[in-house]
């Protein structure tokens, strides 16, 4: 488990949650932002070059995606999966594509990479989405 408790500087009212060159492609890693128990929980995924974070949250039943650390893809890795109740989401877009919550989003967070570090806007320390 990796928590980030300070960004190293504050552009854009960001956080940096990880280093690029941790991330696999294709690949996915939870991150933490906050302290306590209940820290916000994020995931950043990347596909072909490309980058996207969301909240670790299901739309099913808010349960995080992961049982273990960083188990976000279904094997093949075309997929993300809710280990809870088996949802199935797109990892481009976030959206269900199979499962109780199909149709619904994950919740999508503002993204970008400066000198090899991923940042993550600031999001609100909770399990709301
Ligand atoms: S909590 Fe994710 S599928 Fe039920």
């Known amino acids: 488990m990796s928590s980030v408790d300070e960004p190293a500087s504050t552009s854009g009212a960001g956080r940096i949650v990880a280093r690029l060159a941790d991330l696999a492609d294709p690949g996915a890693r939870e991150f933490f932002i906050g302290e306590g128990d ?15 974070a969301y909240a670790n949250v299901c739309p099913h039943k808010q349960h995080p995606l992961n049982l273990a650390d960083d188990e976000f893809f279904v094997p093949g890795q ?36 400066e000198n090899g570090e991923i940042w993550v806007r600031q999001v609100p320390i909770s399990h709301e989405s």
Not at 38 to 52: D, E, I, K, N
Not at 96 to 110: H, I, Q, S
């Open 38 to 52: 209940w820290p916000f929980r994020g995931l950043l995924v990347q596909v072909s070059g490309r980058l996207m």
């Open 78 to 113: 075309t997929l993300l999966r809710c280990a809870s109740h088996g949802a199935l989401f797109e990892p481009e877009s976030g959206l269900c594509v199979y499962g109780p919550c199909a149709g619904r989003k994950l919740r999508a967070l503002e993204c970008w990479v």
